[in-house]
């Protein structure tokens, strides 16, 4: 069975530094890899994913994260942190072969910016 | 695409009694999804449909629960016998079904539902 570990309920960071968000996930295989994000009242969308390829994979608001298999980690990073960042952000992973196409979501990892 | 729309945005409720909600997804997305989202937690997967068949269900899902899609469009999400348990987002989501496991899902804004 496949799961997801984000590391820290809630993040903290200074307007302008570095964001490092964690995620872990179990799987007997590598899986296809998410991170969506929800700002307040509304629904959740997607920020980049990692299907194949290059394990480096950016996606929009100047955000990133790397597929590192050995690891089993698919860390978020922006540069530079900008207020409109703040929002929860979601970790998930399906399945790439077998197992049909449900999703498992992490808990979620609140990123507060401070002015 | 006008996105994906959830109705009611809320929806608050006596114990025992039964409530629908309503997802319509992105128009000729073949793949619906629901989940429920409780305070501080992702959401968890309930079932999906691929067009108008029901692939999975989790085991989340009880008797108590029952998701339609009869024409392919359009997804209805009952709760019999509601619980206090039952409180939580309830979130649908679409995508094309062209990329496997690999889809992007496009969410709702979800329907909150309160058990009193």
């Known amino acids: 069975a496949q799961s997801v570990t984000q590391l820290g309920s809630h993040v903290s960071v200074s307007e302008g530094a570095l964001v490092l968000l964690r995620c872990n996930y179990s799987s007997s295989v590598p899986p296809y890899l998410f991170w969506y994000v929800q700002y307040p009242n509304q629904g959740l969308q997607l920020l980049l994913k990692y299907t194949t390829g290059a394990t480096l994979v950016k996606g929009i608001n100047g955000f990133e994260a790397e597929f590192k298999k050995s690891e089993t980690s698919f860390h978020l990073t922006k540069p530079s942190a900008h207020m409109s960042d703040a929002a929860e952000y979601f970790c998930a992973v399906s399945p790439t072969k077998g197992g049909g196409f449900k999703t498992i979501f992490g808990a979620g990892t609140r990123l507060f910016v401070k002015a | 695409d006008t996105g994906v729309s959830q109705n009611p945005r809320h929806k608050i409720t006596k114990r025992g009694q039964n409530v629908t909600f309503r997802c319509d997804p992105i128009?000729?997305?073949?793949?619906l999804y629901w989940y429920r989202q409780t305070l501080g937690q992702g959401p968890e997967f309930l079932t999906y449909f691929q067009n108008e068949a029901q692939l999975e269900k989790s085991r989340l899902l009880s008797d108590r629960f029952s998701a339609e899609r009869p024409k392919g469009s359009f997804s209805t999400l009952e709760i019999q016998r509601t619980e206090q348990g039952d409180s939580a987002m309830y979130l649908c989501a679409s995508s094309t079904g062209t990329s496997g496991g690999a889809d992007t899902q496009y969410f709702g804004p979800g329907t909150r539902l309160t058990v009193l």
């Open positions: 128009s000729e997305h073949n793949r």
